[in-house]
């Protein structure tokens, strides 16, 4: 059985710094694609920041790009998410999930998620 389980969430000031982890179970991402999503309450999922595990490519959203930093431990099976000078917009519970199709920052779907870790940010 496919799983992912988010952790590394939780309540900070403006500014700090949080990593999420996304670990993986039921498969090894040798050559899948993983993403970070985010939804806020009220707004509509975000892609974050993708990878592709095979080569390492990488994709970020503009909102965070410079701030955020994905990773892939493919020992590990575990992709993770360093988020610095983070601010109140970052705000969200954040989701990890396998990309289908995945190509230099497109995917044309995906199909396994975890239940997401909660990121807030207090000004």
């Known amino acids: 059985e496919v799983q992912f389980v988010e952790s590394g969430g939780g309540l900070v000031q403006a500014g700090g710094s949080l990593r999420l982890s996304c670990a993986a179970s039921?498969?090894?991402?040798?050559?899948?694609?993983i993403g970070w999503f985010r939804q806020a309450p009220g707004k509509e999922r975000e892609a974050v920041s993708l990878?592709?595990?095979?080569?390492?490519?990488?994709y970020y959203a503009d909102s965070v790009k410079g701030r955020f930093t994905i990773s892939s431990d493919n020992a590990q099976n575990t992709v993770y998410l360093q988020m610095t000078s983070l601010k109140p917009e970052d705000t969200a519970k954040y989701y990890c999930?396998?990309?289908?199709?995945?190509?230099?920052?497109?995917?044309?779907?995906?199909?396994?998620w975890g239940q997401g870790t909660q990121v807030t940010v207090s000004s």
């Open positions: 039921g498969f090894t991402f040798n050559d899948d694609a």
């Open positions: 999930a396998r990309l289908l199709g995945y190509y230099k920052g497109s995917y044309t779907g995906f199909d396994y």
């Open positions: 990878i592709d595990s095979s080569d390492g490519d990488t």
